[in-house]
């Protein structure tokens, strides 16, 4: 018979994010919000409304690309399309368009701010504390 494989059956689980592995220079938790730069290929978000957003780090990839290249220290799964909790500072409104607040974090977009290049996604839960938390998002990396 044929060999049966675990990506059939993670398909078809919760999981729900296209990721890909890049090169890190620090190892980071899932949630974060990476930019190309830094040391190696990724690093966490430095600026706020930051053009260079490129995705959130994933550890529950429905499919991964370039899956043998490290682990998730040296290079972690960045979401950059699906469905991926996100770490955030402030209230967000479901719905709300999601950009970079610095320091690895995302948070809600105000009136005008979302562009194409630095919207990360749009929040699908509501979060309705001012401090860091997290929200399930739809990542749309452009």
């Known amino acids: ?18 990721a890909e592995r890049f090169e890190s220079d620090r190892p980071y ?13 990724i690093t966490a978000v ?9 995705g ?9 690309m370039n ?5 998730d220290n040296s290079h972690p799964a960045v979401a950059i399309s699906g469905r991926v909790p996100v770490k955030v500072i402030g209230k967000v409104k479901k719905g709300q368009r999601l950009v970079s607040a610095g320091k ?14 630095n919207t990360i996604g749009r929040s699908l839960t509501e979060k309705t504390t001012d401090g ?11």
């Open 104 to 117: 690895g974090m995302a948070r809600a977009a105000k009136d005008g701010e979302a562009g194409s290049f």
């Open 67 to 71: 899956s043998e290249a490290g682990d």
């Open 1 to 18: 018979g044929f060999p049966v494989t675990i990506c059939g059956a993670r398909l078809q689980a919760t999981y729900a994010d296209l």
């Open 29 to 41: 938790d899932p949630g974060t919000v990476v930019e190309l730069g830094g040391v190696a290929e």
């Open 132 to 142: 860091k938390g997290e929200v399930l998002a739809i990542v749309i990396i452009k």
């Open 46 to 54: 430095v600026e706020e409304l930051s053009n260079n957003v490129f």
């Open 56 to 64: 959130v780090i994933s550890t529950t990839a429905a499919y991964m």
